[in-house]
């Protein structure tokens, strides 16, 4: 069992940038699957950014080019660098991890942190 926490979260204006991190504390890190998914008011959650165990990664379309997942399994953490904000990107964010099944696909993901919030202003 892995416990998650985001940090990092806040406002920020249009056009700037963020990095949110995740700690994890538990057995095993680098050998879960992570990823970052967000979800705004009055939308489903969704699935931005993972990195699997062996450092492979994926992106949604949306925040392709702008998002930058990473991991560094030596501090048990995750991060996700979030250039060209907009303020559709506002959201609560969440890190999760998974360990079994494919990395790319949200069902799979079963240990969540509390989120943290966005907020990108115009």
């Known amino acids: 069992q892995v416990q998650l926490v985001e940090f990092g979260g806040g406002l920020v204006q249009a056009g700037g940038s963020l990095r949110l991190s995740c700690a994890a504390s538990?057995?095993?890190?680098?050998?879960?699957?992570m990823g970052w998914f967000r979800q705004a008011p009055g939308k489903e959650r969704e699935l931005l950014a993972a990195a699997s165990a062996l450092g492979l990664t994926y992106y949604t379309d949306s925040v392709k080019g702008r998002f930058t997942i990473s991991r560094a399994n030596a501090k048990n953490t995750l991060y996700l660098q979030m250039n060209s904000l907009k303020p559709e990107d506002t959201a609560v964010y969440y890190c999760?991890?998974?360990?079994?099944?494919?990395?790319?696909?949200?069902?799979?993901?079963?240990?969540w942190g509390q989120g943290t919030q966005v907020t990108v202003s115009a």
């Open positions: 538990g057995r095993s890190f680098s050998s879960y699957f």
């Open positions: 999760a991890a998974g360990a079994s099944g494919s990395y790319y696909a949200s069902i799979n993901y079963r240990y």
